[in-house]
T-cell receptor, first 118, second 115 residues
Framework: EPEVTQTPSHQVTQMGQEVILRCVPI?????FYWYRQILGQKVEFLVS????????KSEIFDDQFSVERPDGSNFTLKIRSTKLEDSAMYFC????????????????FGPGTRLTVL | AQSVTQPDIHITVSEGASLELRCNYS??????LFWYVQSPGQGLQLLLK??????LVQGIKGFEAEFKRSQSSFNLRKPSVHWSDAAEYFC?????????????FGSGTQLTVLP
């Protein structure tokens, strides 16, 4: 069964450094997401991406964050200058279709990348 | 704005006992409802979903959930819990408007299963 994959599984970085988290969504999916989960807290939406542009973003997704689909398979989240409070598990998700009503069907999640900012 | 409440932070049950995890949502229109499970160090796995139709939905691993519009609830149930069900369970709500495609998650319920 196809799966969303994410690399690396764990990233440790120094505060102020740039990090790029990588995701390979399921191949025929059209809508992509990033979520994060700070330890002990809720899973929070960051951004959605469709047709090579950001569709929606939360207030968490400020100018320090960017997303890109550099080729036909990868979907990346970049944090330009990491802060201590960026330490979290970052989940990528994808969904196969966009319905006429706008609903994007079930989201399939990857295993996550644990980001630790020191 | 949509929101999800999971009132039980932690539940402990004995193996073989029945289980019910509570979920209440707030949403201005017909919600799309999901239950995900997260095992330690793992990602989020979809257990089941409700979009429309029969309000009792069946999922994987023997789980089911019932949508009750009058109570704004979508509780997850399993008649007989197995030790491998120990994990964290998240209820989530989504919608159809362009501003609501993202999922809103509850804070999760940690399930411990005693032998």
């Amino acid at each position: 069964e196809p799966e969303v994959t994410q690399t690396p599984s764990h990233q440790v970085t120094q505060m102020g450094q740039e990090v790029i988290l990588r995701c390979v969504p399921i191949s025929n999916h059209l809508y992509f997401y990033w979520y994060r989960q700070i330890l002990g807290q809720k899973v929070e939406f960051l951004v959605s991406f469709y047709n090579n542009e950001i569709s929606e973003k939360s207030e968490i997704f400020d100018d320090q964050f960017s997303v890109e689909r550099p080729d036909g398979s990868n979907f990346t989240l970049k944090i330009r200058s990491t802060k201590l409070e960026d330490s979290a598990m970052y989940f990528c998700a994808s969904t196969p279709i966009v319905t006429r009503q706008g609903w994007t069907d079930t989201q399939y999640f990857g295993p996550g990348t644990r980001l630790t900012v020191l | 704005a949509q929101s999800v409440t999971q009132p039980d932070i932690h539940i402990t049950v004995s193996e073989g006992a029945s289980l019910e995890l509570r979920c209440n949502y707030s949403y201005g229109a017909t919600p799309y409802l999901f239950w995900y499970v997260q095992s330690p160090g793992q990602g989020l796995q979809l257990l089941l979903k409700y979009f429309s139709g029969d309000t009792l939905v069946q999922g994987i691993k023997g789980f089911e959930a019932e949508f009750k519009r009058s109570q704004s609830s979508f509780n997850l149930r399993k008649p007989s819990v197995h030790w491998s069900d120990a994990a964290e369970y998240f209820c989530a709500v989504g919608g159809v408007s362009s501003s609501a495609r993202q999922l809103t998650f509850g804070s999760g319920t940690q399930l411990t299963v005693l032998p």
